[in-house]
């Protein structure tokens, strides 16, 4: 009864994912385990890598209040995913980016505000979806924002309005100054923020 309710703690509350969450679940049931045992049922719940790496697992990030779907194999061809399959995706990357930002950005709130909708387009008369490809920093940063960022922005861009436009997104969703020098995530993520629109050093 005892584990159960500690396992049931542990998978619902993001505490448990916290340093402080797991100084105090060790506190709570060191008197009744051994080390072998609490080792194992840490590694269960994957919260020794949570500790030791500083990473969140994938669930700890939710849409509409529902954790995101782990995905059983990693896809060859993203973008031809659903978009809350193709979100759960492209967190898995950024949750796990060596890059500071990135993980300041997608660590910074967990509710996410949209999901990964690919934008479509037309070459030589036929719809195409456009691809994602996390490559460079710039990618992964606007890739992060896209998902958490309310925007400042009503209208798109003069970018994103263009049949030019190399960002992936359907949406144009700029943060304000602060963000990217007030550029949107997809002139971010093609690199060609400072040419468009809202970029605030023009």
């Not at 759960?88 to 996410?112: A, F, H, M, P």
Request: proline share 5%.
């Amino acid at each position: 009864m005892h584990d159960q309710v500690c396992a049931d703690l542990i998978g619902s509350s993001p505490l448990f994912y916290s340093l402080s969450g797991l100084i105090g679940y060790l506190f709570f049931t060191a008197q009744r385990k051994s080390f072998s045992e609490l080792f194992v049922l840490f590694k269960s719940h994957n919260l020794l890598s949570a500790m030791v790496d500083g990473i969140f697992p994938l669930t700890s990030w939710k849409w509409e209040g529902i954790p995101l779907p782990k995905l059983e194999e990693q896809p060859d061809e993203p973008h031809l995913l659903s978009s809350i399959d193709l979100t759960s995706w492209v967190v898995n990357q950024l949750r796990t980016s060596r890059y500071n930002d990135v993980r300041d950005i997608i660590e910074g709130k967990k509710d996410l505000v949209r999901l990964i909708e690919l934008k479509e387009r037309r070459e030589r008369g036929d719809k195409v979806t456009a691809t994602i490809q996390l490559t460079r920093q710039q990618r992964f940063s606007s890739s992060a924002a896209y998902l958490v960022t309310e925007p400042t922005n009503k209208e798109p861009c003069q970018q994103c309005n263009s049949r030019s436009s190399s960002g992936p997104c359907a949406l144009c969703i700029a943060g304000g100054p602060e963000l990217f020098t007030g550029a949107c995530t997809n002139c971010q993520y093609s690199s060609n923020a400072s040419k468009y629109t809202f970029y605030a050093k023009k």
